[in-house]
């Protein structure tokens, strides 16, 4: 991993929109871009119809509706229901897929781009939730495909379907193609294959939105996966406060934190986010859990400056030349 821009002009690229976010998707062979990107969309549209909260078809629903009942679903969501309740195991709850409920009393119940807009800083909601379980009461039989959860309780997978969704599509384009992939997911960037010579250029920003201006860090990845989680994108207003989508599950609300954005280099996106996330809640424990995981992580706090763990590069000044549209931007 190095911190700096490198010309990357000779990749082929696409972006578009899909799952609520932004797609990026880069190859070092422009002659098979069709092939990847189509890949590609049917890898998110399959993630999609399994594990959406946000559609009345998908699975996840149809498990929220039937909750306290055993529901058969499909290989695909027993693989993101493991991989969630895993992340949980190994973040001692932090990361907790029962949170579903609570999101929606927080307000959010639709996708995030439909939200009223946040009116300023993160804040203390006042609202209660009564915690009604967690990770540890849900059922799930792998081997009859069948999932059961507590009646009142809703599951979202944000947390790592999302990063998951990135790992799946890079690899399927890369099994398609033989050549360098990069996919970014809402700014969760997962690659497979050979890198470009110089590696792969990702801009880490708060918002993947943001353009290659933005304030952040320019750094580059050979594979692997980098995340990053923020309270400081992805919020709304609900009931005269500002919300966002990180819950603790200690209390059932948005979780206050000391960092911004957390950002995670590991051997996949989604284990990348899944620390991204649990770093964000474990507060100023954050830098010496991770250092503990052997994980290059920067964390940017509210004021001052970045702190960074492991092998993560030191941050420079970048001149604005050095600038390239073919950069990556992380959220």
């Known amino acids: 991993m190095r911190s700096g821009s490198h010309d990357t002009t000779s990749l082929a690229g696409a972006r578009w929109e899909a799952l609520g976010s932004t797609v990026v998707l880069r190859l070092t062979d422009a002659g098979a871009l069709a092939q990847a990107r189509d890949r590609v969309e049917h890898e998110l549209a399959a993630i999609d119809r399994a594990c959406s909260r946000f559609r009345a078809d998908s699975e996840l629903s149809r498990v929220n509706a039937r909750a306290g009942r055993r529901v058969s679903v499909s290989p695909l969501l027993v693989a993101a229901l493991e991989l969630a309740l895993g992340a949980a195991g190994a973040t001692d709850g932090a990361v907790d897929p029962t949170v579903g409920r609570a999101l929606e009393l927080a307000g959010y119940d639709r996708d995030w781009s439909l939200l009223p807009s946040a009116c300023g800083e993160p804040e203390t909601p006042a609202i209660t939730v009564r915690r ?8 799930l039989d792998a081997a009859s495909c069948e999932v059961r959860i507590p009646a009142g309780v809703r599951l979202d997978l944000g947390a790592t379907a999302k990063a998951w969704a990135a790992d799946r599509a890079a690899s399927a384009a890369f099994a398609d193609t033989a050549c360098g992939v990069l996919v970014s997911l809402g700014g969760d960037v997962a690659t497979a294959g050979p890198a470009p010579r110089d590696g792969w250029a990702i801009r880490v920003t708060d918002d993947h939105r943001s353009g290659p201006a933005a304030a952040g860090q320019t750094i580059t990845i050979r594979g692997g996966g980098l995340a990053t989680s923020s309270t400081a994108v992805r919020r709304w207003s609900h009931a005269g406060h500002t919300m966002h989508h990180v ?52 964390l940017q706090p509210w004021q001052g ?27």
Do not use: K, Y
């Open 247 to 298: 819950i603790d599950p200690a209390t059932g609300v948005p979780a206050s934190t000391p960092w911004r954005t957390v950002s995670v280099a590991a051997a996949d996106c989604a284990q990348a986010n899944i620390a991204a996330t649990a770093a964000l809640l474990r507060s100023d424990a954050a830098p010496a859990w991770l250092e503990d995981r052997g994980l290059p992580a920067r």
């Open 132 to 139: 009604r379980s967690g990770w540890q009461t849900v059922e």
């Open 305 to 331: 400056p970045a702190t960074t763990v492991g092998n993560w590069p030191a941050q420079r000044p970048v001149a604005p030349r050095e600038t390239s549209r073919q950069e990556v931007l992380a959220q």
